[in-house]
């Protein structure tokens, strides 16, 4: 998103995914390994990028802030299909956060007048701990396959 340059040159990713891939199978034997996805970040997650200071009374709250799912996941598309390609490479399982997070398009970043993201790369604990629940299907898993 905004200001989060990604690399995505072709033969510089083959490069990153195949080294990703060789340190993946190296820990993997006995392991269930999950990959997990990237998230969109950027200044205009930030909660204080949001903030309407033009208000006459009150506290300042969070404006909504949409962001276009689709577009964000057509511009990751060269990167999520090596971490697909990583997944079936070495039998791990890939999440992708924002089935969960942010399910429709366009993509909200305020909920019932709180903001979602604490800054401009994280989601804040009480939004994930609602709503990233593939975290609790991971740790409820044996340690070992």
Known sequence: MN???INTDPDTLTH?????VFFLKSISKDRKIFIISNIPIGAEFDPVSQIDRNFPFGRPAPQRFDFDR?????EFLP????LEWAAIAT??????PLDFICPENPCR??????AIYK????LRSSYAQLHATFVDEIMQLPLSQ
Not at 109 to 114: A, I, S, Y
Not at 119 to 122: F, L, S, T, V, Y
């Open 3 to 5: 200001g989060t340059v």
């Open 16 to 20: 990153i995914f195949s080294n990703f």
């Open 70 to 74: 689709d577009k964000f996941l057509k």
């Open 79 to 82: 990167i999520k299909q090596r």
């Open 91 to 96: 039998g791990a399982t890939l999440i992708d």
């Open 109 to 114: 970043t305020t909920r019932n007048g709180l």
């Open 119 to 122: 800054d401009a790369r994280h």
